[in-house]
């Protein structure tokens, strides 16, 4: 991880209470171990979860359910879940708004007329379930009933 990337790592308490628990969610791993600890705190407790994608959306809800989270907000983490430089709220004008106006074109010498071609592609996604399926990284904020 480079300087620049590790400050992003605490991006999360931007839109969390300053007690919660960050919880990563990791691919393929079982998360039981990770819900029977959650299972020993208080209820009311502020909890953070994040992951990466693919399936970041499906992971974080059915760990949300399977623990009794009580979800108060869902964001989309750019350029990833561990190191968000954004966190976009996952709601249609935010995400919406971002992709159009905030994401700025990769510097990619050689590869400008591609990676502007590709950019135009992704600012031009209307629908919120594609945008949500491009996020690389998803942040959920909730508390434990």
């Known amino acids: 991880m480079t300087s620049g990337e590790a400050r992003w790592t605490e991006n999360w308490r931007a839109i969390a209470p300053p007690d919660a628990v960050c919880v990563n969610l990791p691919r393929g791993q079982p998360k039981r171990s990770l819900g029977l600890a959650l299972a020993t705190m208080f209820p009311g407790t502020p909890v953070v979860l994040y992951t990466s994608a693919p399936g970041a959306?499906?992971?974080?809800?059915?760990?949300?359910?399977?623990?009794?989270?009580?979800?108060?907000?869902?964001?989309?983490?750019?350029?990833?879940?561990?190191?968000?430089?954004?966190?976009?709220?996952?709601?249609?004008?935010?995400?919406?708004?971002?992709?159009?106006?905030?994401?700025?074109?990769?510097?990619?010498?050689?590869?400008?007329?591609?990676?502007?071609?590709?950019?135009?592609?992704?600012?031009?996604?209307?629908?919120?379930?594609?945008?949500?399926?491009?996020a690389p990284g998803r942040v959920v904020v909730g508390r434990l009933r």
């Open 57 to 134: 959306i499906r992971r974080c809800r059915s760990f949300a359910k399977r623990v009794e989270i009580d979800v108060e907000g869902e964001y989309l983490a750019f350029p990833s879940a561990l190191t968000p430089a954004y966190l976009v709220e996952d709601a249609p004008d935010s995400a919406r708004m971002f992709f159009r106006s905030v994401l700025p074109e990769p510097p990619r010498p050689g590869l400008s007329a591609l990676s502007a071609a590709a950019l135009y592609v992704v600012r031009s996604l209307a629908s919120r379930r594609s945008i949500r399926r491009v």
